[in-house]
């Protein structure tokens, strides 16, 4: 059993890059914020809705440090109507998490949308708490960010990025083998410190999708993929790079990256039969 090669994969890209992601991203992922920002960013996406295609909303979070304005997340909801929007959370902590994740409960939204709660904490036990909170109030996908410091505490290494990225899977490990994580549990995983952490879920096909820029802000800082990954996380981040043009852009390293990072997880090389981005 192999639920890898099931999973809906993103990998966010700068304004330059957006066309050009559909042919190897599974869906899209929204961040509310630049739709405000960016006309162009923010015609794409109604054009991908208008196309049809799997759209998964942000709150922005990690991109703002806070969840991006309520009024205006709830407005590009009901203009874009994702197939999923993830709630607004607050960094590592669990009690005003989980009072925003009821606040979010009060509101109506397009019947096509599902509501995605993530698991804050500051340690183990911690997170357990909120998984269950979060189940109790209704919600029935939960995230699980790839930053979280208690990472470090699970699996404790020098390399800090290879302990939060073994840290995080070896909470869900243990949520599973403890009968808290259920084979029909559906689970997103928002980002990575390393981008060989996935081969890791093998099987586990209750992850049903997962997000990260890696193999792309790699390929921004000049950094290729080893066949095993990485050992550190790139330094650069979205807020660095949106404004980049696409003559800045080494696109083959880009596609070595992205067709590495499949590779080494053991996913399909492309969405559907597509064949290279160059």
Same mark, same amino acid.
């Given at each position: 059993m192999d639920g890898l090669r099931n999973m809906k994969i993103n990998h966010e890209v700068p304004r330059a890059l957006l066309t050009l992601s559909e042919q190897f991203n599974n869906y899209d992922f929204v961040l509310p914020h630049l739709l405000d920002e960016d006309d162009e960013y923010k015609q794409y996406f109604i054009e991908a809705k208008r196309k049809g295609r799997y759209l998964i909303m942000d709150n922005s979070l990690h991109e703002l440090g806070h969840a991006y304005d309520s009024k205006r997340l709830l407005y590009w909801i009901e203009q874009l109507e994702p197939d999923e929007f993830i709630v607004p959370d607050v960094w590592e902590d669990m009690h005003q998490t989980c009072r925003s994740a009821k606040e979010w409960k009060q509101y109506t939204y397009p019947s096509c949308t599902t509501l995605v709660a993530v698991v804050q904490a500051n340690s183990y036990g911690n997170a357990v708490e909120c998984y269950f909170n979060l189940e109790g109030l209704g919600y029935n996908k939960l995230a699980f960010s790839y930053g979280a410091n208690y990472y470090n505490d699970i699996f404790e290494h020098e390399n800090k990025d290879l302990?939060?990225?073994?840290?995080?899977?070896?909470?869900?490990?243990?949520?599973?083998? $403890?009968?808290?994580?259920?084979? %029909? $549990?559906?689970?997103?995983?928002?980002?990575?410190?390393?981008?060989?952490? =996935?081969?890791?879920?093998?099987?586990?096909? =209750?992850?049903?999708?997962?997000?990260? $820029? %890696?193999?792309?802000?790699?390929?921004?800082?000049?950094?290729?993929?080893?066949?095993?990954?990485?050992?550190?996380?790139?330094?650069? %981040?979205?807020?660095?790079? =949106?404004?980049?043009?696409?003559? %800045?852009?080494?696109?083959e390293l880009l596609e070595h990256n992205i067709k590495t990072f499949r590779t080494i997880n053991g996913f399909s090389p492309y969405p559907k039969e597509h064949t290279g981005i160059l």
């Open positions: 302990g939060k990225a073994m840290g995080r899977s070896g909470v869900i490990h243990k949520m599973y083998e $403890s009968g808290i994580i259920k084979d %029909n $549990s559906r689970i997103h995983l928002l980002g990575c410190a390393i981008p060989q952490e =996935f081969k890791y879920y093998k099987g586990f096909n =209750f992850i049903e999708s997962i997000d990260t $820029s %890696n193999p792309v802000m790699a390929a921004l800082e000049g950094i290729k993929y080893d066949d095993f990954g990485l050992e550190e996380k790139p330094k650069a %981040n979205m807020n660095d790079h =949106f404004d980049i043009t696409i003559d %800045n852009i080494n696109l």
